[in-house]
């Protein structure tokens, strides 16, 4: 396993700079990110942040789902978050895919039925990012968040695109 290996080596050499207790759970800047999985978004450097700054919170597309919810009225209520931005992005692996095509294409693979399954994919980025913030701003398990704002990502420019 070559990539076991080389994230082993690599908390073997951290762990040599860490210093413990530097920060609580409680997010620092009262921040929650709600974003894709996707392997080009360094967040980090992308909005600024250090760690103990934000929760961040990701699956693929970035829906706002069920278990996004769940980990959000955790964040909110018990770690003190006020803040939410999901942002989305260009070139999404669930652009303009559809759920039937999904299932199908995921079934042959594996041979077995995923009919169940909402993959929460999607035609047009900005909708997604409206019907997600919608979502929750809808949610009455979060009355403690004030801010909840949208954004696009574009992978090709590295611009960050404010949603209406
Ligand atoms: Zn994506």
Redesign the pocket.
Known sequence: MPSFSRIMDSARRFKGSFVPDQHSAAPQRHLVVVT???ARLDLFRLLGLEIGDSHIVRN???RVTEDVLRSLVLSSNVLGTSEVVVI??T?????GRDNDELRDEIASITGADCSTIDFHPFDDVTESVRQDVAAIEACPLLPNVISVWGAIYDVATCELIPVD
Not at 91 to 95: A, E
């Open positions: 894709c999985m996707d693929a597309g970035g989305h992005h070139g999404c692996g669930l652009f």
